[in-house]
């Protein structure tokens, strides 16, 4: 079975500094995906990154970058230049690449401040 | 494209009433997946198919039915709704290939609908 950890209720970081938010996972596949979605209040589910289990570097995306550390079965997400809009939950996903679930963590709630 | 589709936005229920939510992609993707989130929570999977004419449970996926008749659509149906089905739901879709071992960048990834607030009073 696959488990997402995010250890981080809430987290608070000063505008145009970087953050980093914590997700650990634990799975028996070889193969599998790692994600990040940003939920604002209005509620959507927004796909920021994507990270595969057998890729080499770690994923970028603008101001998103994925600190994935295979062997301690880690993938934490880095915001640089935070800003305002950035406020939001945050949810680390898992992907089974073969069977095609995924499973969520229980999100981490972002607050910028000006 | 208009993406992930779902209707409705917003329903109220009372205990016991059945209804169906709405699914619907134009993508062309093969997977299509059904989640709840509750308050201040994840999203947990409630049924999920890779393709039409074949569905599988997910992780909590007593109290509803799926049915997947076209690679489109994929409703879901609660046939006697109970507080405890108070959540956002939402669908997803996705496009997988048929790979095996290595994962492929950019075809898993899940693309979501707006959601549908449900509450059983």
């Known amino acids: 079975a696959q488990k997402i950890t995010q250890t981080q209720p809430g987290m608070f970081v000063q505008e145009k500094e970087a953050v980093t938010l914590d997700c650990t996972y634990d799975t028996s596949d070889p193969s599998y995906g790692l994600f990040w979605y940003k939920q604002p209040s209005s509620g959507e589910m927004i796909f920021l990154i994507y990270?595969?289990?057998?890729?080499?570097q770690n994923a970028t995306e603008g101001r998103y970058s994925l600190n994935f550390q295979k062997a301690r079965k880690s993938a934490n997400l880095v915001i640089s230049a935070s800003q305002l809009g950035d406020s939001a939950m945050y949810f680390c996903a898992m992907r089974d690449v073969n069977a095609g679930k995924s499973t969520f963590g229980d999100g981490t709630t972002l607050t910028v401040k000006p | 494209n208009a993406g992930v589709t779902q209707t409705p936005k917003f329903r109220i229920l009372k205990i016991g009433q059945s209804m169906t939510l709405q699914c619907a992609q134009d993508m062309n993707h093969n997977y299509m997946y059904w989640y709840r989130q509750d308050p201040g929570m994840g999203l947990k999977l409630i049924y999920y198919?890779?393709?039409?004419?074949?569905?599988d449970k997910g992780e909590v996926p007593n109290g509803y039915n799926v049915s997947r008749s076209t690679t489109e659509d994929f409703p879901l149906r609660l046939e006697l709704a109970a507080p405890s089905q108070t959540s956002v739901y939402f669908c997803a879709s996705s496009y997988r290939r048929g790979v095996t071992g290595r994962s492929t960048n950019s075809t898993d990834t899940q693309y979501f609908g707006p959601g549908t607030r449900l509450t059983v009073l």
């Open positions: 198919s890779v393709g039409a004419g074949i569905t």
């Open positions: 990270q595969g289990s057998y890729d080499q």
